[in-house]
């Protein structure tokens, strides 16, 4: 018979001193998934594990974890027949395999995650249409497994950064991508979500069970938003605009003076060491080249203005 | 074998060594590369988000530029293949968008061109000369020399223009690092994010995240990590000396832009590769 090996992660905080690794041999059944795997070994091997699930058809969200390194729904994933089981990252453990999704659901209360109307209620039927919801619809899908939170570097220095992770704000912009809201979402993406702070790695997108295109379709949206709302904390994306706009191409010291100001001069050293490597050559910036394109790209900047869609 | 070449910004600013290296590295494998030198900045990630139709026009007007020679178009940078690509896809899909972008280019005197190809250097290596020219170009095959591929995101994800569902399946450098004649080790960064795109706000995630893959890599044996975005040599290599700091440990590992190492094996020194551009020095024991 063949063997399904699980090496699963075993920590109960208020018992364990450390976290420790458990090997389960599982006899393999056909089309077994992860989650059948933990079945058989909560049945019959040690009880007392933890580990959580609901629906057990991909729609509940519960038991996302971790199988060597990849986060993934043990419902919907077939068993390997090598497996590291681990619990979901960035978020508090407690225990073996269970998370607390307790402060996911505080973010959501302080971004505020509930349909705002600005207009009363225009009664029954609501005059809307397929179309006006498009941009939302991606949104809808999120099951809030949290796989995304986990999957995110961002927030791997205790999230520290300021940046809220891609699970609050899938939540964020189902109600910011929907045109019955009237509330300033990008204005919370922004300071609450700290969403400059996104790094566009697409690990998130990877690894959603129901394939949300969390960048360009949550993320960047939200981006938009929260520039027009908040543009005091996009003046990266402003500079950036500005340089290309008079030059047609970027320069990044042009461009890290314009975003910091004199912040940028904070490290001197460093400075000097990539000016005598030949790393930087501020008379390039000082002195920019002629683009041969600076003509067609400017009139494309012109033409496209009014158009922040 | 002629291309059109999207040098991109960065191999004209912060990696002169890129561009350079390329400048070399390209006759020597056949490619002859026709400069698209009034082509813009394709966005980055910065005007994607504040302005779509911007974008689309800035990247369709440098696919219609490359259609417009009639040749596939190489890129040097991981973002800007993304972008273009990007750019690709959503005017396939939206005929309405399409036809007021190729409106907008039809003032400037340009057709957009859907059917140019958009190839990577590392694909031209790999699948335009070949790993049977390369072998046959090969001088000096770089025994010995242990390397870590650094991907970059852009190059391997998001899954629907790569087709990884797991993007740690890429293995493309780690085969061209063995026809090199190199040794590829595996370490914990091969497939993650460098952090650039925040950087120039702060260096604070990058230093962060790529601190830890620079420090495994050296601790896994590398001599150096080879990336093909110049982006990610820019955090790799010019922050080292803050993942240091941040590490308290001392860092020094060389990163080479991917011709970098091509360009050593087909037989070019070091000075012809403007390896001494590098923030941290690169001595390979190679001349």
């Keep these: 018979m063949d063997i399904v090996r699980a090496k699963v992660f075993r920590f109960d905080p208020e018992v364990d001193h450390a ?6 041999e599982v006899p393999y059944v056909p089309q077994m998934r992860v989650l059948d795997v933990l079945d058989y070994i909560h049945e019959t091997l040690a009880q007392d594990i933890g580990y959580r699930w609901f629906c057990g058809v991909q729609k509940c969200g519960c038991c996302a974890l971790r199988v060597n390194g990849r986060e993934l729904l043990a419902c919907w994933e077939p068993a390997q027949v090598d497996m590291v089981i681990e619990p979901l990252k960035h978020v508090p453990l407690v225990r073996d395999l269970v998370v607390d999704r307790g402060p996911f659901e505080d973010d959501l209360m302080r971004l505020e995650t509930w349909l705002q109307r600005s207009k009363p209620h225009p009664g029954f039927p609501e005059p809307l249409f397929h179309r006006a919801m498009v941009p939302a619809i991606e949104a809808l899908k999120c099951l809030a497994c949290l796989a995304c939170q986990s999957a995110c570097p961002v927030l791997e220095d205790d999230g520290n950064t300021g940046f809220i992770g891609p699970a609050p704000l899938v939540q964020l912009a189902q109600f910011a991508l929907d045109p019955r809201d009237g509330a ?4 919370t993406a922004a300071i609450e979500g700290g969403i400059f702070q996104c790094i566009s790695c697409y690990k998130c997108q990877e690894v959603c069970p129901t394939e949300i295109p969390l960048v360009d379709g949550i993320i960047e949206p939200l981006k938009r938003k929260a520039i027009a709302s908040a543009p005091e904390k996009a003046a990266h994306t402003r500079a950036f605009l500005d340089i290309v706009e008079e030059r047609g191409y970027i320069d990044p010291v042009q461009l890290v003076l314009k975003t910091r100001g004199l912040a940028a001069l904070t490290r001197p050293g460093w400075a000097l060491r990539l000016l005598l490597r030949r790393k930087v050559d501020p008379r390039k910036s000082v002195f920019p080249k002629r683009h041969k394109g600076v003509a067609q790209v400017r009139k494309l900047f012109e033409k496209m203005r009014g158009r922040r869609s | 074998m002629k291309l059109a070449y999207y040098p991109g910004c960065s191999s004209q600013s912060t990696c002169l060594e890129l561009g350079a290296s390329m400048a070399q590295v390209a006759p020597r494998l056949g ?4 400069a698209l030198e009034s082509a813009s900045c394709t966005g980055s990630r910065e005007i994607r988000s504040a302005n779509r139709d911007l974008f689309l026009a800035l990247n369709a007007r440098i696919l ?3 259609g417009a020679l009639d040749l596939p178009l190489m890129t040097v940078c991981n973002t800007c293949t993304l972008n273009l690509l990007d750019t690709r896809k959503a005017l396939a899909e939206d005929s309405e968008t399409r036809s007021r972008i190729g409106d907008v280019l039809g003032e400037l005197g340009l057709v957009y061109r859907p059917e140019v190809e958009i190839d990577h250097f590392l694909w031209v290596l790999l699948e335009r000369v070949g790993a049977g020219r390369l072998r046959e170009l090969i001088v000096r095959p770089l025994s010995g020399l242990k390397v870590a591929a650094f991907y970059g995101c852009h190059l391997i994800r998001p899954q629907h223009h790569y087709g990884f569902a797991d993007a740690r399946e890429a293995h493309m450098i780690e085969d061209l690092a063995d026809i090199l004649g190199c040794e ?3 370490y914990i960064g091969r497939t993650e994010c460098c952090g650039f795109h925040t950087s120039a706000e702060s260096e604070k995630v ?3 995240l790529a601190g830890r893959y620079v420090r495994s890599a050296s601790e896994c044996g590398a001599h150096t990590l080879v990336t093909p975005c110049p982006l990610c040599h820019t955090v790799l290599d010019a922050f080292q000396g803050q993942m240091s700091e941040q590490l308290k ?4 590992l060389p990163v080479l832009h991917l011709p970098q190492l091509v360009g050593l094996a087909l037989g070019l020194k070091p000075a012809d590769l403007e390896l001494s ?5 690169v001595e390979l024991g190679i001349d």
């Design chain 2, 184 to 186: 590829s080790i595996d």
């Design chain 2, 277 to 281: 551009r590098h923030a941290v020095a």
């Design chain 2, 31 to 34: 490619l002859d590369l026709i």
């Design chain 1, 19 to 24: 976290p420790r690794f458990e090997t389960f």
């Design chain 2, 64 to 66: 219609a530029q490359a």
């Design chain 2, 249 to 252: 440990t001392n860092l020094d």
């Design chain 1, 184 to 187: 300033d979402r990008g204005r």
């Design chain 2, 206 to 208: 990058a230093v962060g």
